[in-house]
């Protein structure tokens, strides 16, 4: 089994990501489409969540995927999202891998902070959200 390359994630937050989300949406003028970032970017911050996750449509972050040169066999099973905020109520969704999914619903309430490390896909016009993929998690702040 490989170990987890934490290392390989950039610290950031999540205002920084909206922030940014919101110039690269902007950049495009009226266009209310999908923002795909190429390349996608591994971002780790900490946040509330509002909700546990949830069965969600991922037929966009499939087909970003794919587009991008991923085997779609080769890639995790994910059908459930979840909604994260910060204190100033920005916010962005989160694709959960299913492999994520029991423990998150057994360990977190909606109100937790957790640390995340994930991958930045797409920024989306018409909500004006970060989308990004989780890879993994742990309850609390990162030295907590």
């Known amino acids: 089994m490989l170990a987890f390359d934490y290392d390989g994630y950039k610290k950031t937050t999540l205002s920084s990501i909206?922030?940014?989300s919101d110039v690269i949406i902007d950049s495009h003028g009226e266009d209310l489409g999908l923002e795909i970032l190429t390349p996608m970017r591994a971002?780790?911050?900490s946040n509330q969540i509002l909700s546990l996750p949830a069965p969600c449509d991922t037929n966009a972050l499939f087909q970003i995927l794919v587009m991008q040169g991923h085997e779609r066999n080769s890639l995790p099973a994910v059908s459930f999202c979840l909604e994260i905020e910060n204190?100033?109520?920005q916010s962005a969704?989160?694709?959960v891998q299913d492999s994520l999914v029991s423990a998150m619903q057994s360990e977190l309430i909606a109100g937790d902070v957790i640390t995340t490390w994930s991958v930045w896909v797409f920024s989306n016009g018409f909500d004006?959200?970060?989308y990004?993929?989780?890879n993994a998690y742990r309850k609390g702040?990162?030295?907590a």
């Open 93 to 95: 969704v989160m694709y």
């Open 132 to 134: 990004l993929l989780l």
């Open 141 to 143: 702040l990162p030295d």
């Open 87 to 89: 204190e100033s109520g």
């Open 128 to 130: 004006r959200k970060p």
């Open 18 to 20: 909206v922030t940014e």
């Open 43 to 45: 971002v780790s911050f």
